[in-house]
C-alpha cells in the first residue's frame, strides 16, 4: 500500500513550494498551504551554498558549504504532513550542530494536496465521507496536540498549553481507507493516550477517489 500512497500524491500534487529560514530563534519555520494540506517532499538543514542567508555573516560563518544534519526530513514530516499549516520551532532541530560556527538554514520544499481536513475534539467524533462510486484514502492523521488555538475552548491553560504531543496514527487510514463513508471516536479508547493531562484533538485530512478512474 505505500506504493500505491505515493503514487496517488503524486497525481494530486499541484506545485512545490520552498519556505526557507536563517536560524535565528526568533523566527520560526513556518509551511502553510491556501488549499489543500502539507506534503513534504524534502527538508535540509545546514548550508551547501554561500548565498543563502549570507546576508550581514562575516565570510567566516559562511565557509563550510558541505555542512547538512541529517534526519530533519522525519521530525518535519511529522510535524507538518496532512495540515493546513505548522511550525517547526528551530531549537527542535539545530542539536546536535552539524558544523559549529557556520550561520545555518532550514529549508523545506512541499507540495500543498487538495484534500478534506478536519479536526475532531477529544470525546467528539469525525465522520469522513465520500460521493457515490468514491472512496476514502486518508492522507494523514494525528491524535495529540500541536497547537494551543485548537480545541481550546473552556479548557483549562494547563490541557492545552502542550503542543508537542505529535502522535501521528495510521488507525484512521486502517479503519477508513476505501470505504465510502466512516467514523472514528477521537478518544483514548481508540488511540491509546500519548500525552496525558493534555486534551487532544484528532486532526487528519483524506481525499476521495474513484477506483475505477484513471
Ligand atoms: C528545493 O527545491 C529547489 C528547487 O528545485 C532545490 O534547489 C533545493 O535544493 C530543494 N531543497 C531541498 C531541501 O531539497
Ligand atoms: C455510508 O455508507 C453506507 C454503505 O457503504 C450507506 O448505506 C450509508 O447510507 C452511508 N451513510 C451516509 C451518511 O452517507
Do not use: M
Not at 45 to 56: A, L
Not at 62 to 76: D, H, M
Not at 110 to 130: G, K, N, Q, R
Not at 151 to 156: A, F, H, L, Q, T
Request: hydrophobic residues 30%.
Amino acid at each position: 500500500t505505500n506504493v500505491c500512497f505515493t503514487e496517488i500524491l503524486v497525481i494530486l500534487a499541484v506545485s512545490t513550494e520552498t519556505v526557507t529560514t536563517c536560524v535565528d530563534y526568533n523566527n520560526p519555520h513556518y509551511l502553510e498551504c491556501e488549499n489543500g494540506v502539507i506534503n513534504v517532499k524534502s527538508v535540509f538543514y545546514g548550508r551547501t551554498n554561500k548565498v543563502i542567508c549570507s546576508e550581514g555573516r562575516p565570510p567566516h560563518q559562511l565557509s563550510n558549504t558541505e555542512c547538512s544534519q541529517p534526519g530533519t526530513v522525519n521530525f518535519v514530516k511529522d510535524r507538518c504532513n496532512g495540515r493546513k499549516s505548522c511550525e517547526i520551532s528551530l531549537n527542535d532541530i539545530i542539536n546536535p550542530d552539524p558544523c559549529y560556527g557556520i550561520y545555518k538554514y532550514l529549508q523545506t520544499n512541499f507540495t500543498c494536496v487538495p484534500a478534506v481536513h478536519l479536526i475532531a475534539c477529544e470525546h467528539s467524533y469525525a465522520h469522513l465521507t465520500c460521493g457515490q462510486g468514491e472512496a476514502i484514502f486518508v492522507l494523514g492523521a494525528n491524535y495529540g496536540r500541536q497547537d494551543r488555538n485548537i480545541c481550546y475552548v473552556s479548557r483549562p491553560p494547563n490541557q492545552v498549553q502542550n503542543v508537542y504531543c505529535s502522535n501521528p496514527t495510521q488507525i484512521v487510514a486502517q479503519r477508513c481507507s476505501w470505504e465510502r463513508n466512516c467514523t472514528i471516536y477521537a478518544s483514548n479508547l481508540i488511540f491509546g493516550d500519548p500525552c496525558p493531562g493534555t486534551f487532544k484533538y484528532l486532526e487528519l485530512s483524506y481525499v476521495c477517489l474513484n477506483p475505477l478512474a484513471g
